[in-house]
């Protein structure tokens, strides 16, 4: 899988990230945010291993995401706090996987429309 459309999903992610915050309040950024966390850790296993298949890549986002969330639980460094957050938050682990469960779609998506062939229409 080449890069350069793993790359384009990671920065729509970190952008939908931001829109999500500055377009609403409340719960909404917070529980999209945690899924979108996850999205953007899928990505990145993508990036660091392309071949990675989604099945292997979803459950290995969740699992990072959650030993995130349970570190919480013990004091996290200042300095890493905005990255790894500082509170832990039982409903967090839910969207994870739910951000985990989109990845792993839109990731499968793409590869099947990848493999469909390619047929041309005679101009009529």
């Known amino acids: 899988m080449s890069r350069l459309p793993v790359v384009l999903a990671a920065a729509l992610t970190i952008a939908a990230g931001l829109g999500v915050r500055l377009l609403w309040d409340g719960p909404v950024p917070k529980y999209a ?14 990036l660091i ?9 979803a459950p290995a986002a969740t699992a990072l995401s959650w030993v ?4 919480q639980l013990a004091e996290i ?5 905005p990255v790894l957050g500082s509170t832990f938050n039982p409903p967090d682990l839910f ?14 998506f793409w590869l099947r429309r990848r493999k469909q062939p ?6 009529g």
């Not at 899924?35 to 993508?46: C, G």
């Not at 995130?68 to 570190?71: G, L, N, Q, R, Y």
């Not at 390619?118 to 101009?123: G, M």
Request: proline letters at 8%; aromatic letters at 14%.
């Open 33 to 46: 945010g945690d899924a979108l966390y996850t999205v953007l850790i899928y990505t990145l296993a993508v």
């Open 118 to 123: 390619h047929t041309s229409h005679p101009a």
């Open 77 to 81: 460094p200042a300095v890493l706090r």
């Open 68 to 71: 995130i969330e349970f570190a």
């Open 95 to 108: 969207w994870y996987a739910v951000g985990a469960g989109a990845a792993w779609a839109a990731h499968t």
């Open 49 to 57: 291993r392309p071949g990675i298949r989604p099945w292997a890549a």
